[in-house]
């Protein structure tokens, strides 16, 4: 498989009406278990590994790892060097949230450093639908983003070819702010675009998930949670990790 360059194609799985209606109860099942994603944005970097193990002792199941450039979003954070530490610190999936105007360019080199999934800005790809394939072409899950200012439907010709959709609940570029409500809306409207058209992609949500919000979440159809200034900002990253997840568990009926 060459390092660089795009696929010709991506093969897309297309399930007759029949066989979606035969999957439903399985797909129903898997879409409702709620998962902790912790953001080592609010980690304590000089002790990212031991902050990591933490969190994972909580019961966080993915490490949510944002790279920014400083111009897509004000704020720079790391890159591949760095996820290739994670990577040898922690067997978890690293979900890597891609906040840079050139994604292109760095997605084999994060598939390289350990990335498992990686998500896009639909705000940064003019040719979104070839973006997705090259994540995929590089063996990571794709997945797309869009800001609190887009609207959920600019995203219907991907849905079919993504691993997992993140809906900003604030606007990208730092942790610890605060929740943008109407974000409810756009996660129920997901949720329900994704029973309409019998795909099975989950719904991810970042920023603002706390003890204050998390019911309402995943009440509106959150099922991978992001969270950093949650588990991390206190201090207590195992204790507030396994808290926040108990509460998601308990709105989820799970
Ligand atoms: C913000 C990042 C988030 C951030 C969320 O741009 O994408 O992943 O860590 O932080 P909290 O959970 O503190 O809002
Ligand atoms: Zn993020």
Redesign the pocket.
């Known amino acids: 498989m060459p390092r660089r360059g795009f696929p010709p194609a991506y093969p897309l799985i297309h399930l007759s009406s029949q066989s979606r209606t035969r999957f439903s109860y399985v797909l129903a099942r898997e879409v409702t278990m709620v998962e902790l994603l912790p ?1 080592i ?2 980690a304590d970097f000089a002790h990212l590994a031991d902050q990591v193990a933490a969190a994972e002792r909580g019961g966080g199941t993915v490490i ?1 790892v ?1 790279i920014m450039d400083g111009h897509f ?1 004000p704020n720079i954070t790391l890159g591949p060097p760095v996820v290739k530490s994670l990577r040898k610190a922690t067997s978890l999936p690293l979900d890597c ?1 891609l ?1 840079i105007e050139n994604p292109n360019d760095f997605i084999a080199d994060l598939a390289e450093a350990g990335a498992n999934w990686a998500s896009v800005h639909y705000e940064a790809c003019p040719h979104l639908h070839r973006t997705l394939q090259l994540i995929a072409h590089h063996g990571m899950k794709p997945g797309v983003v869009i800001n609190p200012a887009t609207r959920v439907e600019v995203l219907l010709e991907v849905l079919p070819m993504v691993h997992h959709v993140l809906i ?1 609940s ?1 606007n ?6 605060e929740f943008i409500p109407f974000s409810l809306k756009k996660l129920s409207r997901l949720a329900e675009l994704r029973r309409e058209l019998g795909l099975t992609f989950k719904i991810e949500v ?5 003890h204050d919000t998390v019911a309402q979440v995943v009440q509106a159809g959150a099922e991978l949670l ?5 588990v991390f ?1 206190g201090g207590h990253p195992e204790q507030d990790a396994r808290a926040l997840l108990a509460a998601a568990r308990e709105a989820a009926g799970e």
Request: proline share 4%.
């Open positions: 953001s944005l609010s949510h944002d979003v949230h906040m900003m604030v990208p570029g730092f942790g610890g702010q970042d920023g603002g998930v706390a992001v969270a950093g200034n949650a900002g």
